[in-house]
């Protein structure tokens, strides 16, 4: 599997384990106040990130070059901060809002990237053949 597709796992199921937290903390607590931050972080942070590490792992020729790398930053870090921004504003701190709009502008930017990706013909000459076994 490329290493771009282990770096999406691996951030992936950090994501889903903070996910989950919060989800296990809203249901005990009966308080479910940062339910836009567990959905958006279950969904962002985990289902997404399988995905594009999954697309990586089946199309190897994608995930050369410098783009996956950009990608997988732009996205994760965005997906990061606007999970933690979320989540410190719907627990009452409005200061984070300014972090919650660039974590959602990065975010964005790095699904952009993925569907240049998805579209862009595959990395020239690194369709390597792999020998029957
Ligand atoms: C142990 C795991 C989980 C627990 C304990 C949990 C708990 C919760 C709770 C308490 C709510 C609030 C329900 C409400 O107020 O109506 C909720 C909502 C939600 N959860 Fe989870 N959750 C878990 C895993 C997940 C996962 C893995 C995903 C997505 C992949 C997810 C996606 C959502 C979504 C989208 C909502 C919003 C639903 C709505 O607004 O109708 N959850 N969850």
């Given at each position: 599997m490329p290493a771009i597709s282990h770096l999406f796992f691996r951030a992936g199921i950090l994501f889903l384990i903070a996910g989950i937290g919060l989800g296990l903390a809203m249901s005990i607590s009966q308080?479910?106040?940062v339910i836009g931050a567990h959905a958006h972080i279950n969904l962002l942070g985990w289902v997404t990130s399988a995905i594009f590490g999954g697309y990586y792992a089946l199309n190897p020729a994608k995930a050369e070059g410098l783009l996956p790398k950009i990608h997988f930053w732009i996205y994760t870090v965005g997906v990061v901060m606007m999970g933690v921004a979320l989540y410190l504003l719907l627990k009452g701190?409005?200061?984070?809002e300014p972090f919650v709009a660039i974590g959602s502008l990065l975010t964005a930017a790095g699904v952009l990237i993925a569907a240049y990706v998805f579209f862009a013909p595959a990395?020239?000459?690194?369709?390597r053949m792999q020998p029957a076994e």
């Open positions: 308080n479910h106040d701190n409005t200061g984070a990395h020239r000459g690194s369709a």
